[in-house]
């Protein structure tokens, strides 16, 4: 299968290794984004198998060369709704795999319209979903010192949120702050001169991950994978940052999201899901070199032992 290259996905056979994917199989691309992990699962799967690719970006649903294959259903949709969707097509609880990649496909940061990266001057939107409602300048107009504080500490671990945060609400008194080049002018006076583009990566992720409520969405796209599994059936995730790491390594310890291991009266765990990687899997010197982009990536992995 043929793709314009607009991302390189990252762990690649280590992630179709791990879904350990039978020839007749049904399995779910949660992120679809530049389509290489769903090519290489279809080149994997048999001629009764079939894949379901979930994105909510308009630019990778119109991308998708896959939608030619029947054993490929593309569904334009937040990964949030996955056991709807599932259920609509008659699939729920008979899923052998799950994957998402979480990173943020190279065509955002790359394209300055986007408004995903400080590199480029651009409108700042921010919104994986472009019918969503609330862009990043919407964000950065309608918030509170307190709730961009919280924000800027929580997602982006900045030690001087409120600095940042109290020089936003100041500045946009005067004019608007809609674009990345009067962000960039409010916000780097106040940042580490010897870390500027680490500090500035941080506040932009922030951003994105307030306006597409990113863990929001993850929380429900791991409830849902679980139930949507069949028992036997394989969940693999990317995280690429410490907030969604840890909510995917607590989650694939103890099958829910407050990390909490419950135990039967024997002492043995009773958590639906049986983790696979004791450590993470990381890319090695190789694609990092090739991919600059995969060094932060980390694939976890879980097996559904039973029905809920």
């Known amino acids: 299968m043929s793709q314009e290259v607009y991302h390189i996905p990252a762990l690649l056979p280590q992630t179709v290794g791990a879904l350990d994917i039978k020839p007749g199989g049904i399995y779910v691309d949660a992120t679809y984004g530049g389509g290489g992990h769903s090519a290489a699962i279809l080149d994997a799967l048999g001629p009764y198998g079939h894949l379901y690719g979930f994105d909510q970006d308009e630019d990778a649903v119109r991308r998708a060369p896959a939608a030619a294959d029947p054993r490929f259903t593309m ?55 472009r019918h969503a409602r609330r862009s990043a300048a919407d964000l950065l107009a309608e918030a509170d010192t307190e709730s961009l504080t919280r924000m800027l500490r929580l997602y982006g671990e900045l030690r001087q949120a409120p600095r940042l945060a109290a020089a936003i609400v100041r500045a946009r008194a005067e004019a608007p702050v809609d674009t990345v080049e009067r962000l960039r002018a409010i916000v780097e006076p106040m940042l580490n001169p010897r870390a500027v583009k680490k500090e500035m990566a941080q506040l932009f992720q922030a951003l994105r991950i307030e306006v597409n409520d990113e863990l929001g969405a993850l929380r429900a796209l791991l409830t849902q994978a679980l139930r949507t599994l069949r028992p036997g059936g394989r969940l693999a995730i990317i995280t690429y940052h410490s907030l969604e790491d840890r909510l995917v390594k607590n989650f694939m310890r103890t099958g829910n ?37 995969s060094r932060s990536a980390k694939l976890r992995v879980a097996e559904k032992l039973s029905d809920l």
Do not use: Q
């Open 75 to 129: 569904v334009y949709s937040n990964f949030r709704y996955l056991r709807n969707f599932m259920d609509y097509y008659g699939a729920d609880g008979k899923v052998d795999g799950v994957l998402a990649d979480l990173g943020v496909s190279f065509h955002h940061f790359d394209d300055p319209e986007r408004g995903f990266s400080f590199r480029w001057d651009g409108a700042l939107d921010m919104r994986m979903n």
């Open 257 to 293: 999201l407050d990390g909490t291991e419950a135990k039967d009266f024997f002492g043995r765990s009773t958590s639906p899901l049986r983790l696979l990687t004791g450590k993470p899997i990381v890319p090695d010197a190789e694609e990092t070199e090739t991919n600059p982009r």
